[in-house]
């Protein structure tokens, strides 16, 4: 079997990773990760495999091998240690204090990130959630969530839904139908900026709306009554 040449990064993961395992080296473990996860061998696929995938791959060629050494050899192939990248939060503010009742008015915004202060996660592989407090006069980066525990979680998608199941909406560079609908089950409204960009930025376009005319999804997110989602309607009427 031949498989497409390997990024050097990705040579070298497999290679730590197949140290970790008995009686396998990179060629027996590239032959078990292009079952599990196919060809190209990329490093997306690679962040999002699970140790069930890996266990069962090739007709569970390695599901015997004790779960702590699997652990040790998927923390390789995910890329760098976990502890180190989830604690990697440079170019992010000082998370800034919050208590109930400090905005009026504001709501919870969490936003899928993997470097600094952006939205450019896919939701099932950011690194982490930006959580922000966010009124039409003020915003607050409030708490940043790290989100690879997920790794050993039996539902990912689920789990990090819960993760961000205080907040109201949910911006994310990309995000596939199943995982949108737990994060709707949660009670948090996705949207998706496939472009990206700064989240201060995101936000501040956001903070115009709020203090504007909110679309009617909004206008629920903020628990704003009938009476003033009408009221809004006829004035943002009268003004056209």
Known sequence: MSFLPLSRDIALRIGLAARELPDTDAKRLVGVLV???GMPITDEKLRRLTIKE???????????????????AIRHLWGEDVDAREADVDGLPAVQTYDDGDMPGSIRVACCSNS???????????????????SP?????????????????????????????????????????????????????????P???????????????????????LAKVMGLTEEARV??????EAEV
């Open 195 to 217: 472009q990206g960009g700064p989240a201060p930025q995101v936000l501040a376009e956001l903070q115009g709306v709020l203090a504007g005319t909110p679309p009617p999804w």
């Open 35 to 37: 079952n599990a996860i």
């Open 137 to 193: 006069q003020e915003l607050r980066l409030i708490d940043v969530r790290p989100a690879l525990a997920d790794r050993e979680a039996e539902d990912k998608n689920a789990f990090r839904a819960d993760l961000v199941g205080d907040c109201q909406v949910l911006y994310v560079a990309s995000i596939g139908g199943p995982a949108a609908a737990k994060v709707v089950r949660a009670g948090v409204h996705p949207v998706k900026l």
């Open 116 to 134: 600094g202060e952006m939205v450019d996660g896919h939701f099932g592989s950011c690194l982490r959630f930006l959580v922000y407090q966010v």
């Open 231 to 236: 009221r809004f309607q006829v004035e943002d």
């Open 54 to 72: 890996l266990r069962k791959a090739n007709d569970g060629e390695l599901a015997a091998i004790p779960m702590d050494t699997l652990k040790l």
